[in-house]
């Protein structure tokens, strides 16, 4: 299969360098980015008119909780989760479970994301809806063990059940991922054998921490340290690790997640609506973290759209430190592009030849996105989801010109309304 796009504003290399070109796609990679590129493809595509960029990645959400979109709205975390969210979730079946899965792909693929790192539960189900979307998936069973040595080994059986199912789906866009929910559900044993069964098969880490203030006090109150320096203690860093949030983290803390090599997302969205604060990003920076972006779930952001979480970022930590050359526009995409395939090891995020042909072309004749006087800060700062027209995951068109071509969206509109009756 073989893709050319023509006449478009390519957003090129490491440096996001803007730049006339045409793109050539050969099987799942770019093979050339270049002016006047005339050779015959299976597919052409007109993007004049039209920035052509990196697919983004989203490096931290729950897909399926599209179901719960503002069911419970306005609330603090803890009271969120234990009195609304989760005894709902008590009630989903892998089929409802399956349903919110095809929710989010379709608003994944329809914003210009590409890739994501999801946790939940019945992730069979959720694999096999990333398999069908043509989207790249890095899912992760969500273990919660609460120091029950029943529930840890009950849990781990879970995992590596999952594990097992996505290894025989044998496909490079899904891919297990270890994610032992936080510190504060998951024993010591249980994070102990997670390190110990990553590292023996190879399987990268995803894990909550450090989110909110109840849980730094429920932590230290626990062990006397850290959520951070726990997990640190324990050997279980590593360059495998992405911690979800990292909201409160002192210097220590930052130095130590430096010095493994973990990275750290940031979910402004849904930290801001749930008022858990504002993450030290500018520290995080300094120090040499990488840092990516992620949505968290649409229950708590309440949307899966990567360009309006980078406004969010850019913004939040702007008037939060009263420094408006903080989270700079280049810097926040490279968050939502780059970084985050950095943390997975996966040559994506750039346009540049011989890299994985995942990318968004995004409509820029719009007025709100006119004149065109820098393409990186109005995606940053003007552009939302409904501006791309087209995206492309490992060579695949998945949508084009607004229509979704691998899954069937209207089926998919109307079961999300037929479950969401069926838990009321």
Known sequence: MSILIKNGKVIYGRNFEVVEADVLIEGNRIAKVAKGINESTDTVIDAKGRIVSPAFINLHTHSPMGLFRGLADDLPLMDWLQNYIWPREAKLTREYTKVGAYLGALEM????????????????????????????????????????????????????????????LNSDRVNFVFGPHAPYTCSIALLGEVRRLASEHGKMITIHVSETMAEIGQITERYGKSPVVLLDEIGFFGRDVIIAHGVWLDSRDIQILARDGVTVVHNPGSNMKLASGVMPIQKLLNAGVNVALGTDGAASNNNLDMLEEMKLAALLHKVHNLDPTVADAKTVFRMATANGAKALGIEAGVIREGYLADLAV???????????????SHLVYSANGNDVETTIVDGRVLMLDGEVLTLDEEKILSDAERVIGELA
Do not use: W
């Not at 609460?146 to 594990?163: F, N, Q, S, V, Y």
């Not at 995004?362 to 990186?376: A, D, E, M, S």
């Open 362 to 376: 995004i409509n820029f004749t719009r007025p709100h996105l006119r004149p065109v006087n820098n393409v990186i």
């Open 109 to 168: 693929i329809t914003s210009g994301t590409g890739t994501f790192l999801d946790m939940y539960f019945n992730m069979d189900a959720v694999a096999e809806v990333t398999l069908e979307s043509g989207l790249r998936g890095y899912l992760s069973y969500g273990m919660i063990d609460l120091g029950d040595p029943e529930r840890t080994e009950k849990e781990i059986k879970e995992a590596l059940r999952t594990m097992e199912f996505m290894e025989r």
